[in-house]
């Protein structure tokens, strides 16, 4: 990474309908995010991937709709 470049990343906001639980997963590392304010649908955290700059290729929005509550599927795959 440059070295004029302290972090990368930032804050994500979703609007995932019908779901219990949403992260965003890059590598091994999944951050989960919280529904916002008043809102049931909207998600939203602060995600850093600054340790996966130039390790990482892939960052996936996963979601958990119901039954297992392990159990997400990947709803968006975003190629870095």
């Excluded at 990482?56 to 509550?69: H, I, P, R």
Aim: overall charge negative; charged content about 20%.
């Amino acid at each position: 990474m440059p070295s004029r470049c302290r972090s990368v990343g930032g804050v994500v906001q979703l609007d995932v309908p019908l779901a219990l639980a949403v992260a965003v997963v890059v590598g091994d590392a999944w951050t989960q995010l919280e529904t916002r304010g008043g809102s049931s649908t909207v998600w939203e955290g602060e995600v850093d991937l600054t340790e996966f700059f130039g390790r990482e290729s892939k960052l996936f929005v996963c979601a958990n709709c119901g039954g297992v509550s392990s159990s997400y599927h990947s709803l968006l795959e975003y190629i870095m």
